[in-house]
């Protein structure tokens, strides 16, 4: 959980908070693998007004044990994962086969130190996006991500707005790093999922 003391502009394609906006904090909960309520947003919701967060804030969920957080900074960039490769999918497959590990879900949350526009903050979603997608290549894993990941890219609300968010910009470039940095840590091992190890 990430409660700002101010609140910041997000651009996320989280369940809860997705879109371009300004958000107040940011909840990334561990549930079971069996979990399959269709209302995620009003869940996490929920979650967040018992944990006391109040305001517009970004929701996500995951299976892996979200004290596995792996932490990254570069160059002022700040990227926090929690990354689950078993059920590795190419994005453009042309059916997809049946996972042969029930885990899954890389969710990256990033802090960059300046403030982007709104295209800024898109290609910086990219940005991430494509960083994960090469470790998890250098990995030797036959996928771009899985089919449940999620992006959450935080900036200040004000000061001079940077135009650009891609992998040789100004901010991208640390992100792009970062983000790598983040995946590749976790290597090729299997993480337990959560509800697997309340069983063991």
């Known amino acids: 959980m990430w409660r700002f003391g101010r609140s910041l502009r997000a651009v996320s394609s989280a369940p809860l908070g997705g879109g371009i906006g300004i958000r107040r904090w940011v909840l990334n909960a561990t549930v079971p693998m069996s979990y399959d309520r269709d209302d995620p947003a009003e ?14 804030g970004v929701g996500l969920l995951t299976g892996v044990d979200v ?7 570069d160059t ?33 949350v990033a802090y960059v130190p300046a403030r982007l526009g709104d295209a800024a903050l898109v290609n910086a979603v990219a940005t991430a996006t494509e960083a994960k997608t090469q470790a998890i290549t250098e ?29 040789r910009s100004t ?16 290597g090729v091992d299997t993480v337990v999922p959560w509800s697997d190890r309340l069983r063991s």
């Open 67 to 73: 004290g596995e957080v792996v932490a990254r900074t």
């Open 139 to 167: 990995l030797g894993l036959p996928g771009t991500g899985t089919p449940t990941d999620a992006v959450v890219v935080l900036c200040p609300p004000d000061g001079p707005v940077h135009a650009y968010g891609g992998p």
């Open 76 to 108: 002022g960039v700040q990227v926090w994962a929690t990354v689950g490769l078993g059920t590795p999918i190419p994005a453009a497959a042309p059916t997809v086969a049946a996972a042969a590990q029930p885990v899954g879900t890389v969710n990256i």
């Open 171 to 186: 901010w991208g470039a640390p992100l792009a790093r970062a983000v790598h940095a983040a995946v590749l840590a976790v």
């Open 43 to 56: 869940h996490l919701a929920a979650m967040a007004r018992d944990l006391g967060l109040d305001g517009p």
